[in-house]
Each structure stands twice: as C-alpha cells, then as structure tokens.
C-alpha cells in the first residue's frame, strides 16, 4: 500500500473526500513551484497531482497550455521535475500523483522511468495519452517499483470499458466530467452521478473526478458522489491574476485553495 492508497482508506474513514489540486510543474517558474506546492498542502490538499508540461497537451485546455508554455520556457525537464519530488520529499509525505503524456516517459524509458520516480517520491502516474490496450509493459514495470497506475473513464466510455479501466487502475480511477479538454466551468455536468453509477457496479476502488471544478460548491456536489475532486484550471486562474506578485499569488492561491478543501470535507453521519 503507498500513500495514495493510505490516503483514500483514511478518509474512507472520516467519510470525507480528497480534496486533489494540481500544480504544473516549473509554473510560473521552477523556483515557484515547491512553494506553491507545500502551499496547497498547507490550505488542505490531500493529494496533489504534480503536471508534467508538455509541448502538445491534447487532453488540456487553454488554462493548463498557458501553464505548460510558460514552464516549459524554462526548459524544464522530466529529471528535473523528479529532483524537484525528491527535494520536496524532505519536507512533506503528502502523496503526489505525476500527470504526464507519455513521450516524455518514453524517451526516459518505462524501466528507467519508474524506478527514477519511486527513488524520487511519487505514487502514482496518470498518462491520459496511454489507453489501458497498450500499457501492459508499463502496468508490470510500475507494479514492481509500488506506483499506482491510475487511467480516465470519460462520459462515452462503454461498461466493458468501464470495467476494463477498473481492473487495469490502482490508487485511484479518474472520472473525466465532460466530454472534451480540461477548464474550468460555470456548471458540472448532469452526466457525472450517473456515470460514477455504473462505475461503482464495476469496482470498488476510489473514484476522483476532474475537469472542470471550479467553485466550493462543486467540489461538495463532487464529495457526495466521488472519493474526490480535482481542480486544476481554476487554481491556475487565480495564479495567473497574481504573476507579477509572488506573496500574493501564493495568498490568493491558499485562500481559493481552503475554500475548495473544505468543500470535500463532508462527513457522512
């Protein structure tokens, strides 16, 4: 069991949900990133999906291209974002799931890949670009180096594919919201309940959902369904209002942040 799994059986507990904000690595700049990383730990975060720029982010909308060309200015790599973990890890045990697409892990090497990340701190990987049908290497090679491989359900994906996802996933399955990119939204879809629905007739394992929270509100509509709720885009807005002021990015930042947290903390009586 690694901490993802140790997380999600904890609040399991509590009868709360995670609460899992995301941050892109190197955004706005390498030297911000693990303060705004420990930032949203410090505002509730239960586990923090870590992102990977990458040059063609096709599950991504414009908030998270933004972020992504802005770090990748700096020209930060996979390694360094690794070395980024393991510095981190001196400080807090939260657990971190690394969001990346699969060229970069390719280039690394699936072998060199997983044992640079266990060594490094990270949990578990989401590569929205990997279907389950061509992971099997990658599957056996994360196994052994204890990372949790996690795969999306989306709105149009079938029950057999739905129980395919399941049995393939560990940690958690991440339940896209909406059919299309990442971003934040005014409304959640009158798609996901129905959805984590059926998905539960198949598995038992937590089940988070992400794309398009933006408000407390949906996170708790999310915290009665799901095990928990991600939030990306909306954190990044508030981020990009403050660039040209660190102390308050990160303010503005924690405060948003709280505000979602709180929304999951739901516990049921």
């Given at each position: 069991?690694?901490?993802?799994?140790?997380?999600?059986?904890?609040?399991?507990?509590?009868?709360?949900?995670?609460?899992?904000?995301?941050?892109?690595?190197?955004?706005?700049?390498?030297?911000?990133?693990?303060?705004?990383?420990?930032?949203?730990?410090?505002?509730?975060?239960?586990?923090?999906?870590?992102?990977?720029?990458?040059?063609?982010?096709?599950?991504?909308?414009?908030?998270?291209?933004?972020?992504?060309?802005?770090?990748?200015?700096?020209?930060?790599?996979?390694?360094?974002?690794?070395?980024?973990?393991?510095?981190?890890?001196?400080?807090?045990?939260?657990?971190?799931?690394?969001?990346?697409?699969?060229n970069p892990i390719f280039r690394m090497g699936e072998e060199s890949f997983c044992k640079a990340a266990q060594a490094a701190g990270i949990d578990g990987v989401i590569i929205p670009d990997l279907p389950p049908e061509q992971a099997d290497s990658l599957l056996k090679v994360a196994s052994q180096y204890n990372l949790a491989t996690i795969f999306l359900v989306a709105p149009t994906s079938p029950p057999e594919r739905m129980q395919l996802i399941a049995s393939v996933s560990t940690g958690f399955i991440y339940c896209v919201s909406v059919t299309g990119v990442t971003g934040a939204r005014a409304t959640l879809s009158d798609e996901v309940a129905p959805m984590i629905a059926e998905l539960r007739k198949h598995t038992d394992k937590p089940i988070c959902v992400g794309f398009g929270i933006s408000t407390p509100e949906q996170a708790?509509?999310?915290?009665?369904?799901?095990?928990?709720?991600?939030?990306?885009?909306?954190?990044?807005?508030?981020?990009?209002?403050?660039?040209?002021?660190?102390?308050?990015?990160?303010?503005?930042?924690?405060?948003?942040?709280?505000?979602?947290?709180?929304?999951?903390?739901?516990?049921?009586i």
């Open positions: 069991m690694n901490r993802i799994e140790k997380k999600f059986q904890e609040l399991k507990q509590q009868g709360a949900s995670a609460f899992m904000p995301y941050v892109c690595a190197g955004d706005p700049n390498p030297e911000l990133t693990p303060k705004l990383f420990l930032t949203l730990e410090e505002a509730g975060a239960d586990i923090i999906e870590f992102g990977v720029p990458f040059s063609d982010p096709i599950a991504d909308g414009p908030t998270i291209q933004r972020a992504s060309e802005r770090a990748l200015k700096h020209r930060i790599s996979l390694q360094q974002i690794l070395e980024i973990v393991k510095t981190l890890r001196q400080q807090t045990e939260i657990p971190i799931a690394l969001m990346s697409y699969y708790t509509q999310v915290a009665h369904v799901a095990d928990g709720a991600i939030v990306a885009s909306a954190i990044i807005n508030v981020a990009e209002k403050n660039m040209d002021d660190e102390t308050k990015l990160l303010t503005e930042v924690k405060q948003f942040a709280s505000d979602l947290a709180a929304g999951t903390k739901i516990v049921d």
